[in-house]
């Protein structure tokens, strides 16, 4: 297991999403209502997950949502344990801030650090300015780039999708600003909904895949739908290689 494949486990498996050219909406009570994002819509919370590769202990995660006046912090903290911390003592720390504008999410900042051992670090730091569609870059590489439409970060866009659920969506193409200043793009779609058991508790849960994108991978979520949304298990499948799981361990939420 190599330091790409931790990151994937500890960036929940989701390989970067945002959606692309629509706005956002949160629910209100019925299938068709709703009304663009605001502050008060969006849940403080801060989520303890574990990640196992083939059923095997390998990273613990948090992730935690605050926001103050509109002004948002996402932040996601991981590290290897067992064996794979044995191997790699990998850790990856990264956040995104964004606010809540004209019931949009507007991106201001994104940064990943990544420390290995054998000097397998990373560190990325991008900005955006989403009047202008210009982003720039001043870690590792430094670049600046003009990017049409929506842009968004590869963590952002993870709350987006989680959003986009919540929202009742149920086919959703998305794209991401990369480190490298590449822009990535995938779909997924919402095939159904079942009853999930996690050490968090069993939960009723909306089940969305990826589709199309190698069909050596698989990527699968099931987010709960008595819990805001917030992903219960996220599944990342190798096919015919290995599994990486991150199911919720405790979920805490502000009033």
């Not at 949502?65 to 990856?92: H, K, N, P, Y």
Request: charged fraction near 30%; include cysteine.
């Amino acid at each position: 297991m190599d330091m790409r494949n931790v990151r994937a486990l500890l960036g929940a498996a989701v390989l970067g999403l945002t959606v692309s050219g629509s706005q956002v909406w949160a629910e209100t009570g019925g299938a068709e209502s709703g009304f663009p994002l605001a502050a008060g819509d969006l849940p403080s919370f801060t989520a303890q997950y574990e990640l196992r590769r083939n059923d095997m202990r390998a990273a613990n995660l948090e992730r935690s949502l605050q926001c103050d006046e509109g002004s948002c912090r996402f932040v996601s903290e991981g590290r290897t344990v067992g064996f794979a911390d044995l191997l790699l003592r990998g850790s990856i720390e990264e956040w995104t801030r964004f606010r809540l504008a004209d019931g949009e999410i507007r991106p201001q900042e994104y940064y990943y650090r990544q420390r290995a051992r054998g000097g397998n670090n990373e560190y990325t730091r991008l900005f955006f300015n989403p009047d202008t569609g210009r982003v720039s870059s001043r870690g590792d590489e430094r670049w600046e780039a003009h990017v049409e439409g929506e842009t968004m970060d590869e963590l952002l866009s993870q709350l987006r999708l989680m959003l986009a659920v919540r929202a009742g969506e149920t086919d959703m193409e998305f794209s991401v600003v990369e480190g490298d200043g590449d822009v990535d793009s995938y779909r997924f779609q919402v095939v159904g909904e079942e009853m999930v058991d996690t050490p968090a508790g069993t939960y009723e849960a909306v089940k969305v895949e990826r589709v199309g994108g190698s069909s050596r991978r698989k990527t699968t979520m099931w987010f709960a739908t008595e819990l805001e949304y917030i992903p219960l298990v996220v599944e990342h499948e190798r096919v015919g290689r290995e599994t990486y799981r991150a199911s919720l361990m405790e979920l805490k939420r502000e009033p």
